[in-house]
């Protein structure tokens, strides 16, 4: 037997869009559920539904809760879809955060799991997720997520021209480079490749901040992405986490660098190396070994850029060893993350 969605009606709750709630057949085994035809809302006013048949529709609502409540600019939040007591079982959840797609991690006690990015200058972050329960039934939330904006340090640098002024050979090599590296942070890997905790990945000093704004030889105005750990040419550079290298080049901008994916959509960068240790496409362990410090790229001197992309957008690293993050990476990374939904 084949289940489709029933047809649907459109209940606004505030924030929330409550969508198809309406039962349709005999409960099946996942497996059972075809790919569902989304099916064409007929708008109803909240005032037509009649007081009695409302309950069961709030009833039904899973819980959706982030932390922090009101993220820094240039951080992420930890997103959580948790049934409700009386709800009915959910058979897939999926979200969009930005008008970007989001990979949910499926908790042993049935909650969901995700990260959402708070890029920087963003006052808010739309977030959209839509819950599919098992019987077919849909339910779809929108949520606007308050960012906190950050006074961040202003600095002056001086570069050799060639980084200010590039010519049109060069030009030409940035722009290859920008949409190399654009493919590979779009590309979202659905599990956590990573394990528990990160780590830095240098000790050392900061040398400067993520968010920095910055004037290049008076002329030219940048935001620093990243942050920078100071650093002798030749000191070992590790992984932060365990995941899979996406990307280990020699660009114009970051020099030598190395890029890793720890999957749903997270990935780490380790540039202006002096050597890279690993390919693109080879496993590496938090704590390996995948370069060395050095000054090659746009840079003053030698140090380590840390960098931080999730879904697609430059975040602080710092925000990785956030102790709160730690707790919940580790429930978001079990001893086997390969789990595959029931
Ligand atoms: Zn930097």
Not at 74 to 85: I, N, T, Y
Request: glycine share 8%; hydrophobic share 40%; with cysteine.
């Amino acid at each position: 037997m084949i289940l489709r969605p029933a047809p649907a009606s459109v209940v606004t709750l505030g924030t929330a869009t409550v969508l198809s709630i309406a039962c349709a057949g005999t409960p099946q085994p996942p497996e059972a559920v075809p790919e569902p035809v989304p099916p064409a809302p007929t708008p109803v006013s909240l005032a037509e539904i009649p007081r009695a048949e409302l309950k069961p529709l709030l009833a039904l609502a899973p819980r959706l809760r982030w932390t922090p409540s009101i993220p820094d600019e240039g951080r992420f939040v930890v997103l959580s879809v948790e049934p409700a007591a009386a709800g009915l079982p959910i058979f897939e959840v999926s979200a969009s955060a930005s008008g970007r797609p989001l990979e949910l991690i499926r908790l042993p006690g049935g909650a969901y799991l995700t990260l959402v990015a708070a890029p920087l200058g963003a006052p808010e972050v739309p977030v959209d997720v839509e819950i599919l329960f098992i019987n077919g039934t849909r339910l779809n939330q929108r949520l606007s997520l308050r960012v906190t904006s950050r006074d961040f340090p202003a600095s002056r640098l001086r570069v050799a021209p060639r980084y200010t002024r590039p010519d049109s050979a060069t030009l030409e090599r940035i722009a290859r480079e920008r949409e190399m590296i654009h493919a590979m942070r779009e590309t979202l890997t659905p599990l956590p490749l990573w394990d528990g905790s990160f780590e830095l990945p240098l000790r050392g000093p900061t040398t400067s901040p993520y968010g920095q704004r910055r004037l290049f030889n008076d002329e030219l105005r940048s935001r620093h992405t990243g942050l920078d750990i100071d650093g002798h040419t030749g000191d070992p550079v590790r992984a932060a986490n365990s995941g899979r290298v996406a990307l280990s080049a020699d660009l114009f901008y970051n020099g030598q660098a190395v890029f890793i994916d720890h999957g749903i959509g997270l990935y780490t960068g380790y540039f202006h190396l002096s050597k890279r240790a690993v390919v693109a496409g080879e496993w590496v362990e938090k704590g390996q070994i995948i370069g060395r410090v050095g000054a090659t790229g746009r840079v003053t001197g030698p140090h380590l850029h840390w960098h931080l992309y999730l879904q697609g957008f430059s975040l602080d690293p710092r925000a990785l060893l956030d102790p709160d993050f730690e707790a919940i990476s580790r429930q978001l990374t079990p001893a086997s993350p390969l789990t595959v939904e029931p």
